[in-house]
């Protein structure tokens, strides 16, 4: 079965980084892209970044663009995320997810979170 | 970006009754690549609606999803206990995913 196990995530001081990993088996990793999706203390879900089922490419959302990267090892199975230059509203449960695709006939749905992990808890505070 | 925005905030139902959740965008999305989210307090979100109308893997067929363009609706036809959750909307567009801000279905 698809699993996805964060870890790497802990309280750190506003400035420093953080490095998040997130463990993938049950499927085949390298036919996948892979985001990261976080969701502050009692708020909702916020995307962050995803990577290419190859690496080829990223994408960011605005507000943690210059500061955040994404990266894969798909020889490990490992999604990663460096967080540097953190921030106090960087605060949030950081979830890895699978991003899902389905194709029936001429009509390709993809762009949905089809498997997510449990989640890993990053905390910015001084 | 478009903004999604889920409607009403907070759902007060009974088990049994008939749920229906709003999202509608800013600007029109692809219907195929517009999903709806379960979450539960202390978990992960779960997949139960992707292309706007299929039911993911295991998902019960009391869940339904309905819309197109900028309007959309996620329908649970007769309510059970574990279904009092928090619901959200995603959709992509320009590289980038937004979620609409939730809807909380609590029991009446």
């Known amino acids: 079965q698809v699993q996805l196990v964060e870890s790497g995530g802990g309280v750190v001081q506003p400035g420093r980084s953080l490095r998040l990993s997130c463990a993938a088996s049950?499927?085949?990793?390298?036919?996948?892209?892979m985001h990261w999706v976080r969701q502050a203390p009692g708020k909702g879900l916020e995307w962050v970044a995803v990577?290419?089922?190859?690496?080829?490419?990223?994408y960011y959302a605005d507000s943690v663009k210059g500061r955040f990267t994404i990266s894969r090892d798909n020889s490990k199975n490992t999604l990663s995320l460096q967080m540097n230059s953190l921030r106090a509203e960087d605060t949030s449960v950081y979830y890895c997810?699978?991003?899902?695709?389905?194709?029936?006939?001429?009509?390709?749905?993809?762009?949905?979170?089809?498997?997510w992990g449990q989640g890993t808890l990053v905390t910015v505070s001084s | 970006e478009i903004v999604l925005t889920q409607s009403p905030g907070t759902l007060s139902l009974s088990p049994g009754e008939r749920a229906s959740l709003s999202c509608r965008a800013s600007?029109?999305?692809?219907?195929?690549?517009f999903a709806w989210y379960q979450q539960k307090p202390g978990q992960a979100p779960r997949l139960l609606i992707y292309?706007?109308?299929s039911r993911a893997t295991g998902i019960p067929d009391r869940f339904s999803g309905s819309g197109s363009g900028t309007d959309f609706t996620l329908t649970i036809s007769r309510l059970e206990p574990e279904d009092f959750a928090v619901y959200y909307c995603?959709?992509?567009?320009?590289?980038?995913?937004?979620f609409g801000q939730g809807t909380k279905l609590e029991i009446k």
């Open positions: 997810a699978r991003e899902g695709a389905y194709c029936s006939g001429d009509t390709c749905y993809r762009y949905y979170f089809d498997y």
């Open positions: 049950g499927f085949t990793f390298s036919s996948f892209g």
């Open positions: 990577i290419l089922y190859d690496g080829s490419n990223e």
């Open positions: 600007q029109s999305v692809s219907s195929s690549y």
């Open positions: 292309g706007a109308s």
């Open positions: 995603q959709q992509y567009g320009s590289s980038r995913y937004t």
